[in-house]
């Protein structure tokens, strides 16, 4: 069941000379991991911001094309451009670059509380909801701390937390370890490979941390100026290296290594990690 459905879309933001889309169509289906990744600019977060539909109802501009979004719950189906964005927003939870912009409650668990208030649940699904979120995202404990003085990490789960309250069935990420020091960002993609693996949620990833995208995704999406240059399996995309190194995609060194390998003839296919690339290779003999 395909839960996104994007086709022939374009946007052109108002007062701008180009279009920030040009034709991008895919489809990602329920349970999956979409990986997207592509240079600054190449508008990966103006695709985001259509998946919940902020582009085009409270971002206007050129808009054509589709954005049609499946609730898996109840099989029904929304096209963004005719539906409001706080209905998307309970199947389509979008988390940003930069986990203070999204933080504005005095303590962790009003944070997470607020927009359940805001879908007037009852006081027992909010605390239920809540307890969840605090649980899954490893912020038990926290419930009484003031945003601002959590780590960055921990910021980055509490808006994650804040999102996943609204029970969304798919996530849409941008960038969320860009600001965040190396544990932090463990942290945050541990926890995404966790919501897509064990709780089902959908994903749609944009990272530049190229070796998870090409470990964890199941499809990959390569943007550049606007327009989807490369798309399919973390392998095949990764099999495009020339391409990749021309739009200043960062390479896992075990890629390096086995494109190296592959142009001597030593190795058959493209593998991914060390662990593999150990494994074709095998044991040096005495
Ligand atoms: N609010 C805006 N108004 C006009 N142009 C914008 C706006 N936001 C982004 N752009 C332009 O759209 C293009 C894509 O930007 P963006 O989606 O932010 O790319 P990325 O997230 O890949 O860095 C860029 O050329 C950028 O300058
Ligand atoms: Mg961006």
Known sequence: ?????????????????????????????????????????????????????????????????????????????YNTKETPVPTLSTIVGLVLQNPESQLFNMTVEEEIAFGLENLGLERNEILRRLRWALEVTGLRGLEKEFPPNLSGGQQQRLAIAAVLAMEPSII?????????????????????????????ITVVLVEHHTDYILRYADRVIVMDRGEIVLQGAPKEVAEEADTLRRLGVKLPPALEVSHELKKRGVLGETVLTPEELLSRIGRPSR
Not at 32 to 44: F, N, R, Y
């Open 172 to 200: 849409v990420l941008d960038e969320p370890t860009s600001q965040l020091d190396p544990v932090g960002k463990q942290e945050v993609l541990g926890l995404v490979s966790l919501l897509n693996r064990e709780h089902g």
């Open 1 to 77: 069941m395909n839960v996104i459905r994007v086709e022939d879309l374009r946007f052109k933001y108002r007062r701008a000379e180009r279009y920030s889309l040009k034709d991008i169509s895919f489809t990602v289906k329920r349970g999956e991991l979409l990986g997207i990744i592509g240079p600054s600019g190449s508008g990966k977060s103006t695709l985001c911001l259509t998946l919940n539909g902020i582009i085009p109802n409270s971002i206007k501009g050129e808009f054509e094309g589709e954005v049609v979004i499946t609730d898996p719950r109840t099989g029904e189906e």
